[in-house]
């Protein structure tokens, strides 16, 4: 199982980026696709997630209103657009899977299976 994410970069505040996870290596319908972050010095967080079956979505508070979680199941690719993003979304971005997530415990990190290695996204003031 491989998750691959991609499309950090650099970016002023109040830009966008759009992030993507290629998924391979089995069939991820039945999963549940999570994204977290994780700035210097802190935990890594959640920041949302989508149940690849249904399209059913979840978001940290912090995000709700500017980012966006979708897939695309001929690609096997889930992306998370960030819009009218802020210094403190400065991070490193995680992809994630889980087999057996519920909406009680969709936000943490241990109900994931499957990580991605990372994608750096900096937001300049």
């Known amino acids: 199982v491989q998750l691959q994410a991609s499309g950090g970069g650099l970016v002023q505040a109040g830009g966008s980026l759009r992030l993507s996870c290629a998924a391979s290596g089995r069939t991820f319908s039945s999963y549940v696709m999570g994204w977290f972050r994780q700035a210097p010095g802190k935990e890594r967080e959640f920041v949302g997630a989508?149940?690849?079956?249904?399209?059913?979505?979840w978001y940290a508070d912090s995000v709700t209103g500017r980012f966006t979680i979708s897939r695309d199941s001929a690609k096997n690719t889930v992306y998370l657009q960030l819009n009218s993003l802020k210094p403190e979304d400065t991070a490193v971005y995680y992809c994630a899977a889980g087999r057996s997530v519920i909406n009680t415990t969709v936000r943490m990190r241990r109900a994931y299976d499957y990580w991605g290695q990372g994608t750096q996204v900096t937001v300049s003031s």
């Open positions: 989508i149940r690849w079956s249904v399209g059913s979505t």
